[in-house]
């Protein structure tokens, strides 16, 4: 072989090498970075299972405000899933430390300050910032770092879960929990029903329902389709037999409440929107009944709504 052939063959070798080695070389820092990768994946996988687990047990063994401030610092590090779990089980222990918060406002001494201090309708910061007495002021702030809020009806001053204080983790949760989160706002920045008596317009007793309605087709899987379904089943019973203190008939004269009537009419007045709604259609007959007795509570009106929203 001639002396230029095999100089010619050694470039060619080294050049290959070179290429080679280039590849390898390229693919290094990858391997590293796959690595380091998954690692970090991987802290990050137990830290939020860490999360989960403590958030999970402080929820049964702690007091619910120091549970809320741990889930709410942390919820960012565990999964959608785990999240919307917490936040499931934070609604429970909410409902579940409910009559104890209540026992602990009944209390004398708390009571009775609170009624010659608490307004109506004002947020529990606004009481808080008005009191100097420092034993309300720490159940009041309990109170507030727990996620409840202060009602009044019948003549006392009592808490009740503030939704709005679960409206921070929507991001972080199905989308099923994010809509009933907007539901229970609505019920909790403003009840329907106080001392028996309907406080809201019955066009938002009707608007309340149809949400109702569309979170149960919507997500009939939902962990709380179950409640919303009791909701609606209110609802309805509200539309069909009104409240003690608001009738839907007057007492006086049997005829249908002149606002329920104008609700009625207005709602019903598109017949596109009636037919993609099963509440509607209810009302829709129900309406058409009471027409045809004169907006009266006749026996026969009382034998159709006893049939189509029987009480038990």
Not at 27 to 50: D, L, R
Not at 68 to 79: E, G, L, M, P
Not at 144 to 160: A, H, K, N, Q, W
Not at 199 to 228: C, H, M
């Amino acid at each position: 072989m001639s002396k230029s052939k095999k100089s010619a063959i050694a470039a060619i070798l080294a050049l290959i090498l070179s290429i080679q080695t280039g590849v390898i070389a390229n693919a290094a820092p990858a391997s590293v970075s796959q690595a380091g990768s998954t690692a970090v994946s991987s802290k990050a996988t137990a830290f939020g299972n860490a999360v989960y687990n403590k958030a999970s047990k402080l929820l049964k063994e702690s007091d619910v405000a120091y549970a809320k401030s741990y889930i709410t610092k942390h919820i960012r590090s565990v999964t959608t899933y785990q999240a919307t779990m917490l936040v499931l089980k934070l609604e429970n222990a909410m409902n579940d430390a409910l009559p104890a918060k209540t026992d602990k406002v009944y209390e004398i001494g708390i009571q009775d300050k609170l009624m010659n201090l608490y307004k109506f309708g004002e947020p529990i910061n606004t009481t808080i910032n008005k009191t100097k007495d420092d034993t309300l002021r720490k159940v009041l702030i309990n109170l507030r770092d727990s996620g409840y809020r202060l009602y009044t009806t019948e003549g006392v001053i009592f808490p009740i879960i503030d939704y709005t204080t679960l409206k921070p983790y929507k991001p972080y949760i199905n989308k099923d929990i994010q809509a009933y989160i907007d539901i229970m706002i609505v019920e909790s920045e403003k009840p329907a029903v106080s001392d028996a008596a309907l406080v809201i317009p019955w066009s938002e007793v009707i608007e309340r329902g149809l949400a109702q309605e569309a979170f149960i087709t919507t997500y009939p899987k939902s962990n709380r389709a179950a409640d919303v379904k009791l909701k609606l089943r209110f609802t309805e019973l509200s539309l069909f037999y009104g409240y003690n203190n608001t009738p839907l008939f007057k007492y006086e004269d049997n005829l249908l409440d002149p606002e329920v009537r104008q609700a009625f009419d207005n709602v019903l007045k598109d017949s596109d929107t009636v037919s993609k709604s099963a509440l509607l259609k209810k009302l829709k007959s129900w309406s058409e009944v009471l027409e045809s007795n004169k907006d009266k509570l006749t026996q026969e009106v009382e034998q159709y709504r006893a049939k189509a929203v029987p009480l038990d």
